[in-house]
């Protein structure tokens, strides 16, 4: 057995050694089409020749220098081109290693930022049951997952409270008009903010399309205007964590711009760098900025690899070739061929209740009955049997359970590189629709 420790320590995971394109190969040889670009990470493929030159560029020019003493060209170039024209009225970037560390940048900036302009009771952030935002203990104390809270949850006592998600398919009341359940929604978040004192209240946090923890789902229209309002009337800031779903993986450059809203602060991560370097950042609105420039005059975080040069100049290519390649028409005109593709195949599955997402952001939502949305027994881990029938079809998909409230429900992922085809994404589904074939209609039906 490997001496890694994995995330199952009962069965080592099979090896990967190669990467090239939409596929992966392993030890054995096997030639597997990356589905979901690992946890829709992998935006451009792998062994993108641009991107490993970049890469290697900057490694003979410089690999590492400490913020405190210098800036490198790479991170003023990733910030310049990321902040272009201030989208949505954010002007700075802050680069680190992880989605999780953007998030507690995001949490703690946005804490200085109220000290410095002396609004020192605002240290309650609201986010959202179901959401997940990062494995480290600030993030995942402000985090919705209960499965993923619960070992630690004695850590994880702070000012952080959760609201409802806005996820139509399980939570919107039969016979409830989008717009009302838009409003009960709403409605709920003004009363927490009520709740625990609207002049306590630094931040809201959420993820515009709602990733690995409930499937790609999306908000109904008007849902994150309704947000921002209640955030911009209790003097709040907006966070909008696009860890996964930003960075053209819906079809935009960020989910917000669908959403007609922008954040104060946004994290970035899986896309920003497409797993060619581990990079996240957060993007700052001016108005946080600015404070921070009146007051303290520096943001009091730091780490010793922010704004790594390599990992850098890796991100700045990878954008460059979104970019130069047009990749976000594509990102568009498959991902509506990937949601006719799944429909046509799967959408009067017995055992798929739902198929949803954005861009190339897709899920379908196992369940036992349609019908009754009854969820297969949790024990039967029905996600992990389908990633597995699909691997073995030559197919990497991302699995994940606890849809509903962190332990029922099951949810598989598909998030290809923006690089796929029509040939690409009609093999995805093929392998997709046999792989649930051969688990759901194996199992039986053992409901919970
Ligand atoms: C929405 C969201 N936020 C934060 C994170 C944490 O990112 P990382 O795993 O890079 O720390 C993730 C990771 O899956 C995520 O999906």
Same mark, same amino acid.
């Given at each position: 057995m490997s001496r890694i420790l994995h995330r199952s320590l009962h069965a080592d995971p099979p090896l990967a050694v190669r990467g090239s394109g939409m596929y992966l190969f392993d030890e054995t040889g096997r030639a597997?089409?990356?589905?979901?670009?690992?946890?829709?990470?992998?935006?451009?493929?792998?062994?993108?020749?641009?991107?490993?030159?970049?890469?290697?560029?900057?490694?003979?020019?410089?690999?590492?220098?400490?913020?405190?003493l210098f800036s490198n060209r790479a991170a003023e170039q990733l910030a310049d081109?990321?902040?272009?024209?201030?989208?949505?009225? @954010?002007s700075h970037a802050f680069f680190?290693?992880?989605?999780?560390?953007?998030?507690?940048a995001a949490l703690k900036l946005a804490r200085q930022y109220f000290q410095e302009i002396g609004q020192t009771r605002r240290q309650h952030v609201i986010a959202r049951r179901q959401s997940y935002h990062g494995t480290t203990l600030g993030a995942l104390a402000a985090g919705g997952n209960a499965m993923r809270r619960a070992p630690y949850l004695p850590m994880l006592a702070g000012p952080y409270s959760h609201v409802a998600p806005c996820f139509p398919y399980r939570f919107q009341d039969s016979g409830e008009s989008d717009d009302e359940y838009v409003d009960r929604l709403a409605e709920e978040l003004e009363a927490e903010f009520q709740r625990v004192g609207p002049d306590t209240v630094m931040a809201f946090c959420a993820e515009p399309v709602v990733g690995a923890t409930t499937?790609?789902?999306?908000?109904?229209?008007?849902?994150?205007?309704?947000?921002?309002?209640?955030?911009?009337?209790?003097?709040a800031l907006l966070i909008l964590d696009e860890v996964m779903c930003g960075m053209g993986r819906t079809g935009t450059l960020h989910a917000w711009e669908q959403e007609g809203v922008s954040?104060?602060?946004?994290?970035?991560?899986?896309? @920003?760098?497409?797993?060619?370097?581990?990079?996240?950042?957060? @993007?700052?609105?001016?108005?946080?900025?600015?404070g921070l420039r009146a007051g303290s005059g520096g943001f009091m975080h730091g780490q010793t690899y922010q704004a790594h040069p390599v990992a850098c100049a890796a991100a700045l290519a990878v954008q460059k070739v979104i970019a130069e390649d047009g990749l976000l028409a594509n990102v568009r005109a498959m991902g509506e061929a990937l949601s006719n593709g799944l429909t046509q195949r799967l959408g009067n599955h017995r055992?798929?209740?739902?198929?949803?997402?954005?861009?190339?952001?897709?899920?379908?939502?196992?369940?036992?009955?349609?019908?009754?949305?009854?969820?297969?027994?949790?024990?039967?881990k029905l996600r992990e049997r389908v990633a597995q029938a699909a691997y073995e079809r030559g197919l990497a998909i991302y699995p994940m359970g606890g849809t509903i409230d962190g332990v029922r429900?099951?949810?598989?992922?598909?998030?290809p590189p923006y690089i796929a085809t029509a040939g690409d994404i009609g093999a995805i589904v093929d392998r997709l629709g046999d792989a649930v074939d051969a688990v759901c209609l194996g199992v039986g039906f053992g409901s919970a």
């Open positions: 597997v089409i990356d589905g979901s670009g690992g946890a829709s990470v992998a935006c451009l493929g792998h062994g993108n020749a641009r991107v490993n030159e970049a890469i290697a560029a900057q490694l003979a020019d410089v690999a590492y220098v400490h913020t405190a081109t990321l902040l272009d024209g201030e989208p949505g009225g @954010l680190c290693s992880s989605g999780s560390e953007a998030m507690e499937g790609c789902v999306a908000a109904l229209p008007g849902y994150f205007g309704r947000v921002r309002e209640i955030c911009d009337r209790h003097g954040p104060d602060i946004q994290m970035v991560a899986k896309g @920003l760098g497409g797993g060619y370097q581990p990079i996240g950042g957060i @993007l700052i609105g001016r108005r946080v900025v600015d055992h798929v209740g739902d198929i949803r997402g954005r861009g190339l952001f897709w899920a379908i939502e196992l369940v036992a009955d349609r019908g009754s949305k009854a969820v297969f027994d949790p024990g039967l429900g099951n949810h598989v992922i598909i998030s």
